[in-house]
């Protein structure tokens, strides 16, 4: 194998390793793809001598942008499976939950006790002491209807 080849295969797994090491330094999940496509056409170099620097770097863009999308896919649907609290959302975490009428509801306002605090409900005419269930939240005003006893 010439100098100048086994210089281009060592060099793409070089770039490779230095790519998964930033990946480690500066978490990203980006450079991380980058880093399997420079290791893949690093092996194909070294399997396949004598692959134009076009042909290698073509590979690259090629395997990089599979190898993104692969990612992009597996993490996307990772994010939407994880189920749990809404933790920075305080009204969302309320939704479902039993609250008690503090202010009467008239024409469809009034306000209910929930936790440590009274939120602007919105809802049937209900007086003064009757449970609710929260249905849903816009902004700050929590959506509610009768609880069935």
Known sequence: MPMGELVGTYGWWILGVLLLLGELALPGVYLLFFGIG???VGANAWVLPGLSWQS????????SGVATLLGH????QRAKTSSGEPLNDRTARLIGRHALVSEAIRNGRGRVAIEDGWWSAEG????????V???AAKGSVLQV?????
């Open 73 to 76: 896919r597996w993490y996307g």
């Open 38 to 40: 420079a290791l893949v």
């Open 145 to 149: 209807r009768a609880s069935d006893p």
């Open 124 to 131: 049937p005419d209900l007086p003064v002491g009757a449970s």
């Open 56 to 63: 290698q770097l073509i590979g690259f863009a090629v395997v």
């Open 133 to 135: 269930v929260i249905e």
